[in-house]
Nanobody, 123 residues
Framework: QVQLVESGGGLVEAGGSLRLSCGVS????????MGWFRQAPGKEREFVAA??????????ADAVKGRFTISKYNNAKNTMMYLQMNNLNTGDTAVYYC??????????????WGQGTQVTVSS
């Protein structure tokens, strides 16, 4: 059974930083692109960032460009993906999801999803 598990969420003050992690069990996603999405209360889930299979190409939503950095590491057994989030603001408060699929901002192109981790930014 394939599982994507996010960790690293929490409560942080505005201007602070968090690093989210996404680990994969059940198989390796070394040949898959991966991405981060988020869903704020009362809003639809939205794209945050994506990275290609070998980590050589990245893609960001305008709202996070320059503040967030996505990275991905593969080895023979494991795949890990990270989202370094700096200079956080209250608008970044959301549940953050990792996903595996294509290098795109379209949810439907990601067949594999984690359960999400809560990020709360206080003012």
């Amino acid at each position: 059974q394939v599982q994507l598990v996010e960790s690293g969420g929490g409560l942080v003050e505005a201007g602070g930083s968090l690093r989210l992690s996404c680990g994969v069990s059940g198989r390796t996603f070394s040949t898959y692109a991966m991405g981060w999405f988020r869903q704020a209360p009362g809003k639809e889930r939205e794209f945050v960032a994506a990275i290609n299979w070998n980590g050589g190409s990245t893609f960001y939503a305008d709202a996070v460009k320059g503040r967030f950095t996505i990275s991905k590491y593969n080895n023979a057994k494991n795949t890990m993906m990270y989202l370094q989030m700096n200079n956080l603001n209250t608008g970044d408060t959301a549940v953050y999801y990792c996903a595996a699929g294509s290098v795109t901002d379209t949810e439907s192109q990601y067949p594999y999803w984690g359960q999400g981790t809560q990020v709360t930014v206080s003012s």
